[in-house]
């Protein structure tokens, strides 16, 4: 009885074992770096290198979310169908499900955008985003709607256009040139009834 005993209790050591052993790489077909999060160790030989420790975008079975290595923590199941690690900003990413954008703050673990869009544009207090009828707004990346999606196009600069004319628009969802015009150009150039003009891409002021 004693070795019966002794034997399950090696085996249940060699499990425990086994299990301590295992990386939490080892658990993903693959993992990407969130920049800004990595950390690093230094090495006379090696110099400066990454140890694994941060946030990392994890993919597994064609499905992606997220690990905080440092808490040894899931942050969001690889449940999505893509994450954008490119540009975070302040603790936000983009990603993907069910083919529909939406941004989540991986500080928190929580998600800020819903995944309502079919595009959001470079990540920032706010942003550009793509309604499903293709119809372009302004959404704060706290996930408040700043302008309804109506505009057929808008640029990161502000012009936008609807009904074929442009018109120029700030973040803040003023709207400092009315869709007045045949064509405004980056540099401020418009065209209007055959006539070219200058305007102020910044307020909307005329020039000329």
């Keep these: 009885m004693k070795k019966v005993i002794i034997l399950y209790l090696i085996c249940v050591a060699a499990t425990i074992n086994l299990f301590a052993q295992e990386k939490w790489e080892d658990r993903y077909d693959k993992i990407i770096e969130v920049p800004g999060t990595i950390k690093y160790d230094y090495d006379n030989d090696m110099g400066t290198y990454p140890v694994n420790k941060g946030i990392f975008a994890v993919m597994r079975d064609g499905k ?29 990413l983009k990603f993907m499900f069910y083919g529909k954008w939406g941004v989540l703050n991986f500080k928190k673990g929580e998600v800020t955008v819903q995944p309502e869009y079919i595009s959001i544009g470079k990540l920032s ?34 012009r936008f256009t609807i009904n074929n004319k442009w018109g120029l628009i700030n973040m803040n969802g003023t709207v400092k040139a009315q869709p007045l015009y045949d064509q405004i150009a980056s540099d401020g150039r418009f065209l209007q009834d055959g006539k070219i003009g200058y305007m102020s891409i910044n307020t909307g002021d005329i020039y000329i």
């Design 125 to 158: 207090d706010v942003l550009i985003a793509q309604s499903i009828d293709r119809k372009y707004g302004l959404v704060g990346i706290d996930g408040q709607v700043i302008v309804v999606p109506k505009y057929d196009n808008m640029l990161p600069d502000g």
């Design 64 to 92: 992606y979310g997220l690990y905080d290595a440092d808490e040894n923590d899931e942050i969001a199941d690889p449940i999505l169908d893509s994450i954008s690690v490119n540009i975070p900003h302040e603790g936000h």
